[in-house]
């Protein structure tokens, strides 16, 4: 008997100490709330991914919704395709390098890559590739998807960016650069002497469990992954089991003022500091968020593209943890007007958007009209584009991107109206001035 109470006595220990622990949590109450919303709201039916929540190593919240594209049930252990979360590999793997004495950052590609094809780059730092202010672009575009299936190292990119011209001297200004992203790769492959695949598994994914992480498709992006494995990724970082104390701080500070440190997105919601990366690609969204100086973890993983239920889920969820912001205001209400749109047409929406202040998104209320546009809704495109118009009436490139998709639907006359309205406010634009001379021939 005696011994049946202690038993007794230790398991009821047991579960108030896991009761007390989920309790103890400074963010069970965000997290209370965010389920009641997924579960109670039409947000959860329209993502098609996994969400992980974590207070240090306690996992706070662990769901998947919807399916992939095959329809298989989404599940924890599902690999999502990553897109340029991977980026924060390769800037570990640059700090790793630099803490073994093998580079500095303030090395240029030329003296690193000697061979490097393209003089005018080789001035360029490691510390400026880490940081997009490099002056080198994209690689993406008809050549690379004509070719994209021959690429077998990461040599094969050079040839879709290394003969390209500096968009502007280094460290003058911001440019998001995938193409800076494989030269960076390049330089981990010469100073390991060894491929860039290999390199980060045998010294990021393997030291810390990264068990369900792919073969990674070069070191600007790509390859698969699930939450779990981004959970220890971030509980790593956050315990200098990867880099040092000092390179984790270097590679979330904000060295040229662009809210972008090395390899990581950073932002500031309310006070409350983020680091972490996003992805994202047709049929790929994904991001991972890591609060400064908290235990707080969130990974969200879509094999939807980023407006097909994920940036949504993502947006609330933020919200949520960190309270309103300009950012996140404007994303809901973008969604209230092209949900609006939607179900009661443009008059209802347009006299929505005027009742919110004209306070939406360019950028998210434009992927709503190019999705309209792919899907050979050209009438509905130029919606879209009229109510950004009249969200942002003294700025050009609205005028010109519903020119260019009026030329497109056969509007001839109004394009033109646009395209001069869009040389009112900026003589400069080039795209406008091209058109008009053809259009006005």
């Known amino acids: 008997m005696k011994q049946l109470t202690i038993i007794f006595i230790t398991f009821a220990c047991l579960t108030a100490c896991k009761t007390n622990n989920n309790k103890?949590?400074?963010?069970?109450?965000?997290?209370?709330?965010?389920?009641?919303?997924?579960?109670s709201s039409?947000?959860?039916?329209?993502?098609?991914?996994?969400i992980l929540i974590a207070d240090g190593q306690s996992v706070l919240f662990e769901e998947s919704y919807g399916s992939d594209q095959n329809n298989n049930p989404n599940a924890i252990d599902t690999k999502y395709e990553i897109a340029s979360m991977g980026k924060m590999f390769t800037a570990v793997a640059i700090k790793q390098l630099e803490e073994t004495g093998k580079l500095t950052l303030q090395q240029t590609i030329g003296e690193v890559l000697n061979d490097y094809p393209n003089e005018e780059a080789k001035s360029i730092t490691i510390k400026q590739l880490l940081s997009h202010v490099s002056g080198l672009g994209d690689f993406f575009g008809p050549e690379f998807?004509?070719?994209?299936?021959?690429?077998?190292?990461?040599?094969?990119?050079?040839?879709?960016f290394v003969n390209d011209p500096l968009e502007f001297n280094p460290g003058e200004r911001m440019r998001y650069s995938?193409?800076?992203?494989?030269?960076?790769?390049?330089i981990i492959e010469k100073l390991s002497d060894t491929d860039y695949n290999s390199y980060i598994t045998k010294n990021i994914l393997v030291p810390i469990g990264m068990n369900s992480t792919g073969s990674l498709s070069?070191?600007?992006?790509?390859?698969?992954?699930?939450?779990?494995?981004?959970?220890?990724?971030?509980?790593?970082l956050k315990a200098n089991e990867l880099i040092s104390k000092e390179s984790l701080s270097s590679m979330t500070?904000?060295?040229?003022?662009?809210g972008y440190g090395y390899g990581m997105s950073l932002r500031d919601f309310n006070g409350t500091k983020i680091y972490g990366h996003n992805g994202g690609a047709p049929g790929v969204s994904g991001e991972l968020d890591m609060v400064m100086g908290e235990h707080l973890i969130i990974i969200t993983l879509s094999n939807r593209s980023p407006m097909d239920g994920w940036a949504q889920v993502r947006t609330e969820i933020r919200k949520e943890f960190f309270g309103s912001t300009p950012e996140t205001e404007q994303f809901l209400n973008t969604e209230q007007v092209?949900?609006?749109?939607?179900?009661q047409g443009f008059d209802k929406a347009s006299e929505l958007l005027s009742k919110l202040d004209n306070n939406i998104s360019d950028r998210n209320t434009f992927r709503f009209a190019e999705k309209y546009a792919?899907?050979?809704?050209?009438?509905?495109?130029i919606d879209i584009l009229k109510l950004i118009v009249q969200a942002y009436p003294d700025q050009w490139h609205p005028y010109s991107f519903l020119a260019d998709f009026q030329l497109q639907a056969g509007h001839k006359n109004e394009a033109i109206k646009n395209y001069k309205k869009s040389l009112e406010i900026n003589p400069q634009n080039e795209q406008a001035i091209e058109q008009l001379k053809q259009l006005e021939q």
């Open 253 to 258: 500070t904000d060295h040229y003022k662009n």
């Open 374 to 381: 792919m899907q050979g809704q050209p009438e509905k495109a």
């Open 178 to 186: 995938n193409a800076g992203f494989i030269v960076l790769g390049l």
């Open 42 to 50: 039409d947000l959860s039916k329209a993502f098609n991914g996994s």
């Open 145 to 160: 998807d004509q070719n994209k299936d021959a690429i077998k190292s990461l040599k094969d990119y050079l040839p879709f």
């Open 24 to 39: 103890q949590s400074a963010y069970s109450e965000q997290v209370k709330q965010i389920k009641i919303l997924l579960d």
């Open 338 to 343: 092209v949900k609006t749109y939607k179900a």
């Open 218 to 236: 070069s070191s600007a992006g790509g390859g698969t992954s699930t939450v779990g494995d981004f959970h220890r990724f971030a509980l790593a």
